[in-house]
């Protein structure tokens, strides 16, 4: 009788984590896909502009992401040009993958025509090693670090701003933390008038 209890309590505790476990992947699966509505648009601040395009390419992932940063005063000239593809990763937790287009000259049409990245395969792309992030729910929005201090990122979303850093230990939210030597490491743009989140 007492091992049949013992195992019943097993059983009941393994039901119950693995119910957390759901739980927890259906959260991250709902907050990927708020972030997924919220962070396409065109940015911009005095000097640059960055383009975040949504992508139907069916062949990379689900919410896959063309990230372009260009001059504010002509978009002819790209300072970067990422694909990021964003997922659920193991523990949960809402992972971005960052590549490059090994043929950019190609696909540079593709914010005018977004339906030229339909055809876009993993073959056409080749990846950051290194440059993953891992986003999450913030109280203001969101904030994605990168995984690796091999290439150091920290994003911010809240709102209509947008905000990165490619500086090493930048704080990943507006919290207590302060700059070294009160410089803010990030660049900071503002949602264009009149692009839709």
Not at 63 to 90: H, K
Not at 99 to 127: A, I, K, T
Not at 134 to 142: A, D
Request: negative net charge; aromatic residues 8%.
């Amino acid at each position: 009788m007492l091992a049949l209890l013992a195992a019943g309590a097993v059983l009941g505790g393994a039901v119950l984590g693995l119910s957390a476990c759901t739980s927890q992947a259906d959260l991250r699966k709902a907050e990927l896909d708020t972030l997924a509505l919220q962070l396409p648009g065109e940015y911009r601040n005095q000097h640059q502009t960055l383009t975040i395009l949504r992508l139907a390419a069916p062949m990379v992932g689900d919410q896959v992401f063309y990230v372009r940063e260009t001059m504010g005063d002509d978009s002819r000239r790209v300072i970067s040009e990422r694909v990021w593809n964003l997922d659920i990763a193991a523990g949960a937790r809402i992972r971005a993958i960052a590549y490059v287009l090994d043929e950019p000259d190609h696909w540079r049409g593709g914010v005018e025509d977004p339906d030229l990245f339909r055809s876009l395969l993993m073959r056409d792309l080749r990846s950051l090693p290194g440059c993953e992030m891992l986003w999450q729910k913030s109280p203001g929005g969101y904030t994605a670090t990168s995984t690796n201090a091999f290439c150091p990122q920290t994003w911010r979303l809240e709102g209509d701003e947008l905000s990165f850093s490619d500086k090493p230990g930048a704080p990943a939210s507006n919290g207590s933390a302060v700059p070294t030597a009160g410089i803010d490491p990030y660049f900071h743009f503002r949602r264009s008038a009149g692009a839709q989140p």
